[in-house]
């Protein structure tokens, strides 16, 4: 087999799995969307050819495995302020989780040749199972997001937050103000002193929003965003 028939048979099995009934396959990206009102839920697979490993080198492809999700809530006030283009900015995922963000293997070899691929499936698909499991739980409200991306920095400080990148700045202050708005203005100090650090080590993405943060935070406080279904 080649790249795209080894794909084709595992895309094949997998959209037939009760674990994914509710997702729908996009094969140009490799990757499974279940389309909710509130946004989406993704789980994804990079790919690429490898052996299997220095003592047996078969050839084959590695699938790494993602899953994320998006909030639209958490986005769509910030369109007008974006240096993305809209279409990126939409397609983008609120929150994500890979097997190694816990240290796990992320090794997932299916062969050219065929052999073992029933063995190689039925694995693939348990860690399929158990990441989603992992990953959905911790992210099926904006109160559990809340609670399992924003709490930490609170109660640990700026340290703790990401220190690349500028969408996640902004996604963190509106989840705040949506779930926990006693708590915002600490989140938003804790943010500021983890912005003013980005932008002294010249994390570039930052950089491009350096002089309209001040703006871009005070339309945010403007929005009433009482009523929000947080559960």
Known sequence: ?????????????????????????????SEF?????????????????TVKSHSEPDLGLNLRLYFANRYDILHNW???YSMLSLEILRCESSFSYTPKNLGLDDMNFFS????DFDTAYDSF????????????????SLKKCYE????????????VLPDEG???????????????????????????ERVDYMIKRNEP???LYKDTMPEICAFLESIDFRGINVN
């Open 205 to 207: 993405n930052i950089i």
């Open 78 to 80: 910030f369109e007008k």
């Open 1 to 29: 087999m080649n790249t795209k028939e080894l794909l084709d048979r595992i895309f094949e099995r997998l959209k037939e799995e009760i674990c994914l009934k509710d997702f729908k396959l996009k094969r140009s990206d």
């Open 166 to 192: 500028s969408q996640w700045v902004l996604k963190y202050l509106a989840l705040t103000r949506i779930v926990s708005p006693k708590n915002y203005p600490l989140l938003k100090s804790l943010i500021l």
């Open 125 to 140: 698909l348990n860690e399929i199972i158990t990441g989603a499991d992992y990953f959905f739980n911790r992210v099926n």
């Open 33 to 49: 969307i279940r389309r909710k009102n509130s946004g989406f839920d993704q789980i994804g697979f990079g790919h690429y050819v």
């Open 112 to 115: 050219f040749d065929g052999d």
């Open 148 to 159: 399992n991306y924003i709490v930490p920095a609170i109660e640990s400080g700026s340290s």
